[in-house]
């Protein structure tokens, strides 16, 4: 990859990325897109792919962005060729009419659940090994005027340019992106992605059509959940009931709901519960479990789990019932039921210590101080 093109965000990405089978789910919006495109009918100026990490949006851009540059693309309707030359570039970081935001220079954090979903680029400082926090993929207004002259050359067939994260642009840059959605240049096309969509500006999100990816058939859902897994979470068969419950803690999103199955936190909800009931009734000492616990599970795993579990609480709070029928939450919750007010301070006491995390707090203290609070829920 030349350097040019690594300082503009170009990604390095895999062939499970740009090739992989379509999601199942996706076929029908792929069938629309492609016919669109061979019967000469131009595509959207800008598109955006939002909503829920899981549900395969990113997967979806990438095989599309891929599709439209690949030079056999006539003949090869259910996706690029991976054979001719410009899939050759994809596959390499170098394609000359792609370019890429935020510019990464660190290891991405994203959603382990889906692989379809992570990005991986070569600008990064290999040796080190922590996570980029958000404020780090802030999309910046430099970032974007970087991109005019790309946008702007003419004459150069077709150009894409793809922002991920793209809730992350600062003010300035969204206003800058702006200029570019209201002056759409002949076959240069805009791919926004992003995780939060709310966080967008109005006037960004009015100059862009949404791609419908978000409404996924339960049916669809639970038949790719079912063949991802095995029938099998965390080495335990199971059968429909628990495959629905993942989907839809997972909040419909197949991918996530596959990711949660296989987290080292998912078969522990149990073992959290018993922990609770242990800390509140005194049976066992907070450093105790403390010191259990961290031969279980990371403390962001550990973050995760109780995510999960506050999430729960809350249903029955609000006189719903819980989503995870497996372990038999709303019966624990008979014999005491936390206010909503320590349901709400346990959370923020989460969202804190993810924060000491990023500042390199050390672990065995952020587990003593959680189990301390979780003690008093």
């Excluded at 800008?46 to 990113?58: H, I, S, W």
């Excluded at 049976?283 to 259990?292: E, F, G, I, M």
């Excluded at 008979?334 to 804190?352: C, D, R, V, Y």
Aim: charged share 20%; proline share 4%; glycine share 6%.
């Amino acid at each position: 990859m030349s350097d040019t093109m690594e300082n503009k965000g170009a990604i390095d990405t895999t062939d499970s990325i740009y090739f992989a089978p379509l999601l199942p789910w996706q076929q029908t919006l792929w069938s629309q897109l492609t016919t669109r495109v061979l019967s000469q009918q131009s595509l959207p100026h800008a598109l955006l792919a939002a909503g829920m990490q899981g549900m395969g949006k990113r997967a979806f851009v990438w095989r599309l962005v891929a599709w439209l540059l690949c030079r056999e693309r006539h003949t090869h309707l259910a996706g690029a060729c991976a054979k001719c030359e410009s899939c050759q570039w994809l596959k390499s970081g170098t394609h000359p009419s792609l370019q890429v935001l935020p510019i990464i220079r660190m290891p991405i954090s994203t959603d382990s659940t889906d692989n379809a979903e992570k990005l991986s680029n070569k600008a990064k400082d290999k040796k080190s090994t922590k996570p980029v926090g958000n404020s780090a993929l802030k999309i910046k207004i430099d970032d974007i005027r970087a991109l005019q002259p790309f946008i702007y050359q003419g004459g150069q067939g077709m150009r894409i340019c793809v922002l991920d994260q793209a809730e992350q642009m600062t003010v300035a840059a969204a206003n800058a992106l702006l200029k570019t959605l209201e002056e759409p240049q002949s076959q240069v096309h805009l791919f926004l992605i992003s995780d939060a969509p709310a966080q967008l500006l109005p006037t960004i999100k009015s100059r862009v059509q949404q791609l419908p990816l978000q409404t996924i058939d339960i049916a669809i859902a639970v038949d790719y959940v079912t063949n991802a897994l095995g029938h099998t979470v965390n080495r335990e068969v199971v059968g429909t009931a628990a495959i629905e419950q993942l989907i839809q803690l997972a909040n419909g999103a197949p991918l996530a709901a596959i990711g949660m199955a296989q987290a080292p936190w998912y078969s522990k909800r149990g073992l959290w519960l018993t922990t609770w009931q242990a800390l509140r009734s005194g049976k066992r000492s907070s450093v105790a479990a403390s010191d259990y616990w961290q031969n279980q599970l990371g403390i962001e795993a550990f973050i995760q789990l109780s995510e999960m579990m506050l999430l729960d609480m809350r249903r029955v709070s609000l006189g719903l019932s819980e989503l995870q029928k497996d372990v038999k939450l709303s019966t624990v919750l008979e014999i005491h039921q936390p206010m909503a007010a320590g349901l709400e301070t346990f959370a923020s006491s989460l969202q804190q210590t993810k924060i000491a995390l990023q500042q390199n707090v050390q672990e065995k203290f952020a587990y003593d101080k959680l189990m301390q609070e979780l003690a008093y829920l």
